[in-house]
């Protein structure tokens, strides 16, 4: 995984909402309809970390309420507690992207802390494109800014995720995946 980006976590939400909502945002940005409810979850095992296979992430795991009111701080000596980490994927495209939930430690002496919402990517077209849909997606769910640290995606390092969706969106429909993918990514600085 190269490429991430992150949300801060304000409001609480289901890990379920977060996927169903990425099938709808991919579908949206690549201008093709077909491409929502391809997006499936996948555990985070270690073999899959290592490019491996893994089964599908436990209902109870999508069923998740992610609450930045109701975690806990890392143990003594750790800067972060992961909450929740699976792959989201689409099968057909063979792309992939790792969402990850953690509590940064608020006694750590990074200036930001608080529960956040990561997604990295391999450089694949598509797995970027998939990574940017499931970025968006997070931070609609819980309320926060897509935090663009390297400025992939915008010109800002805080970016509204409704006003981000509609730069990067292709307006209209494309022929194929692949095109809707290239024209995604002809928006942003990955290319």
Known sequence: ????????????FLLRDALDLTGVRLAELVGRPDARGRVEAREASAARRRGGTSGPVPESVLRLRIDPERVEPPPPGAYLTVVADAFV??????????????????????????????????????????????????????GG???????????????APVG???????PAPQESVDAGIDAVLARTRLT
Do not use: H
Not at 115 to 142: H, K, N
Not at 145 to 159: F, K, P, Q, T
Not at 164 to 170: A, K, P, Q, S, T
């Open 89 to 142: 994927e689409v099968l057909d495209w063979k792309a992939a992207a790792l969402v990850s939930v953690g509590q940064v430690d608020p006694r750590s002496e990074d200036p930001e802390t608080g529960l956040f919402a990561s997604v990295a990517a391999a450089r694949t077209p598509a797995s970027q494109v998939l990574a940017i849909a499931a970025t968006i997606a997070l931070a609609e769910c819980g």
């Open 164 to 170: 981000l969706r509609e730069r990067l969106r292709v």
């Open 1 to 12: 995984m190269a490429i991430e980006w992150t949300s801060r976590v304000n409001r609480a």
């Open 145 to 159: 800014e897509v935090i663009d640290e390297y400025g992939y995606l915008s010109d800002a390092r805080l970016n």
